[in-house]
């Protein structure tokens, strides 16, 4: 069974960082992909940022792109997120997730919620002005 458990979350400042943690148990993860996604009240589930576990390679939208940075830590079976310079509008829900990945890369689905199996139950991520 494949647990994400996010922590890290907080009340911070425009302009401070934080950084969030998605421990992962249950497999191992070496064909997964994994992603951080928010929610926003009243908002969709956005994607942010993915990365593939084997190789490191990432992917970000375009809205995080130069401030937050997502990576893994192979032997600690967790994945982070660091959030720097943020925003009022970075305020939301922040979630992990993943899914399993046959082939090579990222694919083409990587920013879709339905395509992620796996996910854990979310870190409050609070910016005030």
């Known amino acids: 069974q494949v647990q994400l458990v996010e922590t890290g979350g907080g009340l911070v400042q425009a302009g401070d960082s934080l950084r969030l943690s998605c421990a992962a148990s249950?497999?191992?993860?070496?064909?997964?992909?994994m992603g951080w996604f928010r929610q926003a009240p009243g908002e969709e589930r956005e994607f942010i940022a993915a990365?593939?576990?084997?190789?490191?390679?990432?992917v970000y939208t375009d809205s995080v792109k130069g401030r937050f940075t997502i990576s893994r830590d192979n032997a600690k079976n967790t994945m982070y997120l660091q959030m720097n310079s943020l925003k009022p509008e970075d305020t939301a829900v922040y979630y992990c997730?993943?899914?399993?990945?046959?082939?090579?890369?990222?694919?083409?689905?990587?920013?879709?919620?339905?395509?992620?199996?796996?996910w854990g139950q979310g870190t409050q991520v609070s910016v005030s002005s």
């Open positions: 997730a993943a899914y399993r990945r046959s082939f090579s890369g990222l694919g083409n689905n990587y920013y879709r919620t339905s395509e992620y199996d796996y």
């Open positions: 249950g497999r191992t993860f070496s064909n997964y992909v």
């Open positions: 990365i593939r576990w084997s190789d490191g390679s990432t």
